[in-house]
Nanobody
């Protein structure tokens, strides 16, 4: 059974906002840091944001001040609030999970979701 499921992607105009959600299984969520990666069309996958079990967050420089990652332990869900979206934010966004935040950032995660498409028009 799939243990990470993303949703919330879609088409938005530049300057708009989207909120992505990633729902994890109950046992997985309590034991792992969570993160978001993205892969623009024709580009390499890159790490975007991460949050520890305790709620500490970190971001890639290109999204600082625009994106916010949060986790709701009661709902086993991690969110990525994306504001002031730019066309270069267009990508497939995937969530990942691992006990160590260093593995989240490096993409060496034990668990991955299937991804959700975000398209930002100019």
């Amino acid at each position: 059974q799939v243990q990470l499921v993303e949703s919330g992607g879609g088409l938005v105009q530049a300057g708009g906002s989207l909120r992505l959600s990633c729902v994890a299984s109950t046992m997985l969520f309590a034991r792992n840091s969570m993160g978001w990666f993205r892969q623009p069309p024709g580009k390499q996958r890159e790490w975007v944001a991460a949050v520890t079990i305790g709620g500490s967050t970190t971001y890639v420089d290109s999204v600082k001040g625009r994106f916010t990652i949060t986790r709701d332990n009661a709902k086993n869900t991690v969110y990525l609030q994306m504001n002031s979206l730019k066309p270069e934010d267009t990508a497939v966004y995937s969530c990942n999970a691992d006990p160590l935040i260093r593995n989240i950032v490096a993409g060496r995660s034990a668990y991955w979701g299937q991804g959700t498409q975000v398209t930002v028009s100019s």
